[in-house]
């Protein structure tokens, strides 16, 4: 189960202070995918127990079974310089 709401935007806040972008939230496979793809631009990836930012729709969220398989993604750091990204393309 994610963390309560309080704890869970506690959570977020302080990861975005620390320089943190929150990306989405997802399940797999979606998840080990979009993973290694923030990592294969060179950014330092972070999975967390799902977050809801204020304002956002948690209907979804609110359902037991929901909040065990959903993780979010935050990601970290410059993408790879322009010559190797697009080797990864070609």
């Known amino acids: 189960m994610g963390l309560n709401k309080d704890k869970a935007l506690?959570?977020?806040k302080q990861l975005i202070s620390q320089g943190?972008?929150?990306r989405f939230s997802v399940e797999e496979p979606r998840l080990s995918e979009m993973k290694e793809f923030y990592q294969?631009?060179?950014?330092?990836v972070l999975v967390e127990p799902w977050v809801i930012?204020?304002?956002e729709c948690r209907d979804c969220f609110d359902q037991p079974t929901f909040q065990s398989r959903y993780k979010t993604i935050y990601t970290k750091g410059?993408?790879?310089?322009?010559?190797?990204?697009?080797?990864?393309?070609?």
């Open 78 to 90: 410059k993408v790879k310089g322009k010559n190797e990204l697009e080797n990864l393309f070609y």
């Open 40 to 44: 294969s631009l060179g950014m330092e």
């Open 10 to 12: 506690e959570r977020h």
């Open 20 to 22: 943190w972008v929150r």
């Open 53 to 55: 930012e204020e304002g």
